[in-house]
């Protein structure tokens, strides 16, 4: 194995010609609404936990640091089962895994309303049969992202990776933006039909993930070859260009499945990710607190904790097409990971709720912008089946932050009364990931069309 990962001048992609722009819209058009949806779904089951835990921990018994660790546990399993699942994505397609996906995790995040009952049936008590179904919804939603950024490199060219991922993983943000007020008021459900309002939350919410997979197994077309409707100019166009850039990649760097598993720049990369997911849910799963601790309303706090996924959404879809336009990663990154740090902490500095939310706003520009560019580092240097294991070992080994994050924030909180120690140790995982991104080479020529395109 030979690898070279000089770092190139950035060139601007050449314009594309009339097939390209067709195909590459309709490709666009028919994917990435549907993943959005399937996305934001996904994302809004795995972190209304944070909306829930406003009244629920309360119902439950749970103090800060065991809410922390239930919330956190999910990504513990995520990781044990992120890379098995990938390489079955790979093996069965995305049609039939994803669907599977996102059944199990229906069922699942729904069964968050039942802990009691359970609790008492099983005699685990409320503590452990809220970490128990994070665990099991751990295990059941594990592979779905890098399942997806892996089906995109089998869709899009590596120039249209930034703004298609970014595209996609708007819905993080999205779902906040659309799920923190509806979160808000479902919490006010409270007593109907002799629930709680965050029992209800759980339930209404789960419902269109598993509708979405009966969905999934009849929409998703696996590979541009089985794309029907695609024109026969288009499929050809887009096969042969997949496939020259995947000979492009591997003539400059061949990985079996355990090399890419244990490659320097791939483990690297688990680190910024690690940095920059640390960002995302360590301050996310307790924002709606912080919110809540300003005195609002269950509704008002929800208003009010969308304001900064609503600039992590632009920032996201903005940043991410400005990176595609300038044909540059590295330097996209460590700006996006520099303003996501300092606003992470500077809000630490501010007594007022104005002034705060300000300053974790603009933190959300950062780090939601960061997540799109990051993606395109490793696309560009993996393929067929070391991509799938490389996303998923990155993703698995960033997504461990999710299990950090909140448990060093509600750890810290139980024993200072405050979140100013929290919020600074997650700064810190970010500029440690900033240093790495120095560090790191990117070669754009791996990104560029195959010579003859």
Known sequence: MSASYATAPAQAAPAPSELESRTVRKVTMRLIPFLILCYLVAYLDRVNVGFAALTMNKDLGLSAAMYGFGAGVFFLAYFV???????????????????????????????????????????????????????????????????????????????????????????????????????????????????????????IEAAPAVILSVVVYFYLTDRPKDATWLQDDERTWLAQRLTAEEAQRKKAAHFSIVQALTNPKVLALSLVYFGAVSSNYGVGFFLPQIVKGFGLSNAITGLVTAIPYVVGTIGMVWYSRRS??????????????????????????????????????????????????????????????????????????GNLAGFTGPYVMGWIKDRTGSYTGGLLSVAGCVTVALVIVLFLRHDSRLERPPEGE
């Not at 295990?139 to 060219?157: C, D, H, N, S």
């Not at 336009?325 to 996209?332: A, D, L, S, Y």
């Open 81 to 203: 089962f992120e890379v098995p699942s990938n390489l079955m994505l790979e093996r069965f397609g995305a049609r039939k895994w994803i669907a599977r996906i996102m059944f199990s995790w229906g069922i699942l995040s729904g069964l968050m309303a039942f802990i009691p009952s359970i609790a008492i049936a099983t005699k685990l008590g409320n503590e452990h049969t809220f970490y128990a179904i994070r665990v099991l919804l751990g295990i059941a939603e594990a592979g779905f992202f890098p399942g997806i950024i892996f089906y995109l490199t089998l869709w899009f060219p590596a120039v249209y990776r930034a703004r298609i991922i970014g595209y996609f993983m708007a819905a993080i943000p999205f779902s906040s933006v659309v799920g923190a007020p509806i979160s808000g008021l479902l919490l006010d459900l409270h007593g109907a039909g002799g629930m709680a309002g965050w029992q209800w939350m759980f339930i």
């Open 324 to 397: 595609d336009r300038k044909q540059e990663r590295r330097g996209h990154l460590a700006v996006a990971l520099v303003i996501a740090g300092a606003g992470i902490a500077i809000s630490t500095l501010f007594e007022s709720p104005a002034l705060k939310m300000l300053a974790l706003s603009v933190s959300a520009f950062g780090v939601f912008s960061c997540l799109p560019v990051f993606w395109t580092l490793p696309t560009a240097f993996l393929s067929g089946a070391s991509a799938a294991a490389g996303i998923a070992i990155i993703n698995s080994v």
